[in-house]
């Protein structure tokens, strides 16, 4: 059983800022050359899944077009993290003590004050996961690169990052797919 990660089109966001829970949009050819790329590949039995946040939402939109047999369900679970008040700031910006509480107290730290932490928002993604797995079948989310990294843990048994230095780290591209084998 094999769940396929797709992590969005490059945004129109400033670089280097913070847009977690952000509903930023993406740009109109970027999303349509990724789901020209990914469309053909998929099998016509594939459970696709989406986040709320149009950057992921109108891809798997794109996908459908070119797929129509192919049936969309939106899954709030797989939305990016919450990051508070940090949202739409500059990540270089930010305070250091702030970032450093948050990395001191990874798991249960909010960010931005009022964020999400790891510790949920790993209980989200992994309830999703789960039903992935009790389902039996191959899906794709397309979804954001914290998704994708949580996911990674969750693999391996991690259900809760307890330090900053134990989150995957590997870059993820834009339109970057990449495959976990349950």
Request: glycine letters at 8%; proline letters at 5%.
């Amino acid at each position: 059983m094999k769940l396929g990660l797709v992590r969005h089109a490059q945004t129109t966001a400033v670089a280097g800022s913070c847009y977690g829970r952000s509903d930023v949009g993406v740009p109109a050819e970027a999303t349509r050359a990724i789901a020209d790329r990914i469309a053909p590949l998929l099998p016509a039995d594939i459970a696709l899944v989406c986040s709320p946040l149009q950057r992921c939402a109108t891809l798997a939109q794109a996908i459908v077009s070119l797929r129509p047999e192919l049936t969309l369900r939106v899954d709030p679970r797989i939305a990016e993290m919450d990051f508070g008040s940090w949202e739409g700031r500059a990540w270089n910006l930010i305070e250091r003590a702030e970032l450093d509480a948050w990395t001191r107290a990874f798991a249960d730290a909010r960010p931005g004050g009022s964020g999400e932490s790891t510790r949920t928002f790993m209980e989200r993604v992994g309830e999703a996961f789960d039903e992935w797995r009790r389902t039996g079948r191959d899906a794709l989310w397309v979804t954001h690169a914290g998704v994708i990294r949580a996911v990674w843990a969750l693999r391996e048994g991690v259900r809760c990052v307890e330090r900053a230095d134990q989150w995957p780290s590997r870059p993820i591209a834009f339109g970057e797919w990449v495959l976990v084998e349950a």
